[in-house]
């Protein structure tokens, strides 16, 4: 009986030890790779505090403005407002509110165009009113809804402005009713462009319709020949050339041939030494003027009646 041959020796199994060379080369790489993921780490860690920082500096200059500011969403909502806002707005405006609900019936239409609009331009709304009155507020608003889908309002609150802007007007009506009872207008001069202007009132006493004024030659052309042109035309010249102020009674002749005292009061107004404005007042004296020469003609003929008695 033949038994099988011996087994001969083994081949020897795959080892690992052929691909040390690879694994070797590999090896730098792989550390590179690391090297770099931990510089991109610190990187992104680095951008995200300063991202952080960033987002900590929007807020603190968000909420300090000077003014009031407020974000809303795509449906009109108030999403943040600053300190400012709240102030002018009140308790009623607060995240999560409609902002329309913050503000007064009669100026919600126009807040609600202006934000359909989206013009970038400021409207004026008209708020509750104070202790001390009626209160306005001016709104911008700026759109960012193709980056974050809201509107971001700016409000500065014009009540102050707004009052003293009304009280100016005030004023300056009563004046204007003052100097028509009073029969006084006024009139300036500009020597730079030349142009001469004439207020209402002047108008009406020189008899020409608002708009038609003259020039300087021409308004002096309205004074009476004589003693009334000669001073005016001397007033005029001393204060262009000495900035000197004058204060005349004059005779003027209008445009529909009525003669008229007046009394003209001038000022100059000089820089860089030479005369820039001439301005001043011009009003009608002639009652006044007729009235004083009656009572002086009575006064007159009244003394020489007594000494004809005498």
Request: charged share 25%; with cysteine.
């Amino acid at each position: 009986m033949k038994h099988p041959p011996a087994p001969g020796p083994r081949p020897p199994e795959p080892s690992a030890l052929p691909e040390a060379p690879a694994a070797a080369e590999a090896l730098p790489s792989i550390e590179l790779y690391q090297i770099e993921l931990a510089q991109q780490n610190e990187e992104l860690r680095e951008a995200r505090e300063e991202l952080a920082r960033s987002l900590r500096r929007y807020a603190d200059l968000y909420e300090r403005a000077p003014v009031g500011l407020l974000t809303l969403d795509s449906h009109g909502t108030i999403v943040q407002l600053n300190r400012a806002a709240r102030a002018q707005l009140g308790a009623q405006a607060a995240p999560g509110q409609p902002l329309l609900g913050a503000v007064p019936p009669p100026s919600r239409d126009t807040l609600r165009e202006a934000l359909a609009r989206d013009t970038g331009q400021t409207v004026t709304l008209e708020l509750e009113p104070d202790d001390a009155g009626a209160r306005w507020m001016e709104v911008g608003v700026a759109s960012a809804r193709d980056v974050a889908g809201v509107d971001v309002l700016a409000l500065n609150d014009v009540t102050r402005q707004r009052r003293v802007e009304t009280e100016l007007r005030r004023t300056q009506d009563i004046l204007a009713l003052s100097n028509r009872i009073a029969r006084i207008g006024h009139w300036e001069a500009n020597l730079m462009a030349p142009r001469l202007h004439w207020s209402e009132v002047t108008c009406e006493i020189h008899g020409v319709q608002p708009g038609q004024e003259p020039d300087l030659e021409g308004a002096i052309a309205f004074c009476t020949e004589g003693p009334s042109r000669d001073r005016f035309r001397a007033a005029l010249a001393a204060a262009i050339e000495r900035a000197e102020t004058f204060d005349l009674e004059l005779q003027i002749r209008s445009a529909c041939g009525d003669v008229v005292w007046v009394r003209v009061i001038g000022i100059a107004e000089h820089a860089h030494g030479r005369c820039q404005r001439l301005y001043g007042t011009f009003q009608d004296i002639d009652t006044r003027m007729r009235l004083e020469r009656a009572r002086l003609a009575q006064g007159q003929a009244e003394a020489a009646s007594r000494a004809k008695s005498e």
